[in-house]
């Protein structure tokens, strides 16, 4: 080999180790820098699912079902009231058996309701905090909104209402390395969020639970 030429093959030989230095290093630190980016986008996320929630559950309470379209949401926390009530068991005289037995007074137990006034669900739920008319939007994201559904599943002869608010992995993570995204889509884990997506609620099951685990947040029924 030319004497010339060493030099020339010591840089090469050189930038190929520094090459594949970086990408040993690079293969160990990437996932670990992802999952920290992930955990923390995560939390935020979940936290905007879990305002999402609470407040479609009110919506049920008041009206009896719950909605699909964030602006009616937002309305209905604005306007609406939960009725505060007091429920006291009692006896009242049961006419049917007192005739039955001649005259003879029978009671029988009842419940009275009685209605004590009226709570604002937005101090209820939010108190002096407006974030409720912010949660559609996704965080870290612009211009991206959760997708709402809302709708009824039959059982037992009865339509039950149901919710389901999400967000795909992808979108929340749309700035990482699209390896590692594709893997999270795919992972199956009792500590980490399972399937392609971050949800709330279900149009196929009636359930109100978020599908993250308790790490990320409490996932109240």
């Given at each position: 080999?030319?004497?010339?030429?060493?030099?020339?093959?010591?840089?090469?030989?050189?930038?190929?180790?520094?090459?594949?230095?970086?990408?040993?290093?690079?293969?160990?630190?990437?996932?670990?820098?992802?999952?920290?980016?992930?955990?923390?986008?995560?939390?935020?996320?979940?936290?905007?699912?879990?305002?999402?929630?609470?407040?479609?559950?009110?919506?049920?309470?008041?009206?009896?079902?719950?909605?699909?379209?964030?602006?009616?949401?937002?309305?209905?926390?604005?306007?609406?009231?939960?009725?505060?009530?007091?429920?006291?068991?009692?006896?009242?005289?049961?006419?049917?058996?007192?005739?039955?037995?001649?005259?003879?007074?029978?009671?029988?137990?009842?419940?009275?309701?009685?209605?004590?006034?009226?709570?604002?669900?937005?101090?209820?739920?939010?108190?002096?905090?407006?974030?409720?008319?912010?949660?559609?939007?996704?965080?870290?994201?612009?211009?991206?909104?959760?997708?709402?559904?809302?709708?009824?599943?039959?059982?037992?002869?009865?339509n039950i209402p149901v919710f389901e608010a999400s967000v795909k992995k992808e979108v929340i993570l749309h700035d990482q390395e699209k390896d590692l995204v594709m893997q999270e889509n795919q992972i199956v884990s009792v500590d980490g969020v399972n399937g392609d997506a971050l949800i709330v609620g279900?149009?196929?099951?009636?359930?109100?639970?978020?599908?993250?685990?308790?790490?990320?947040?409490?996932?109240?029924?």
């Amino acid at each position: 080999m030319p004497t010339k030429l060493k030099p020339v093959l010591n840089i090469l030989l050189w930038a190929l180790i520094v090459f594949l230095g970086y990408q040993t290093w690079n293969s160990v630190t990437g996932p670990i820098k992802f999952n920290k980016i992930k955990n923390k986008r995560y939390e935020v996320v979940i936290k905007s699912l879990m305002d999402i929630r609470d407040a479609q559950l009110a919506h049920r309470q008041v009206t009896g079902r719950f909605t699909d379209n964030f602006d009616n949401l937002v309305k209905f926390i604005d306007t609406a009231k939960f009725t505060i009530t007091q429920r006291t068991d009692s006896q009242i005289i049961d006419e049917e058996l007192t005739a039955r037995y001649g005259g003879v007074e029978t009671m029988k137990d009842t419940v009275i309701i009685d209605t004590l006034g009226f709570k604002p669900v937005k101090d209820s739920l939010f108190k002096n905090s407006d974030r409720y008319k912010t949660m559609m939007n996704v965080p870290g994201v612009e211009n991206v909104k959760f997708n709402l559904q809302s709708g009824f599943i039959e059982q037992n002869d009865i339509n039950i209402p149901v919710f389901e608010a999400s967000v795909k992995k992808e979108v929340i993570l749309h700035d990482q390395e699209k390896d590692l995204v594709m893997q999270e889509n795919q992972i199956v884990s009792v500590d980490g969020v399972n399937g392609d997506a971050l949800i709330v609620g279900s149009m196929d099951e009636v359930k109100t639970i978020g599908n993250w685990p308790k790490t990320y947040g409490v996932t109240k029924k």
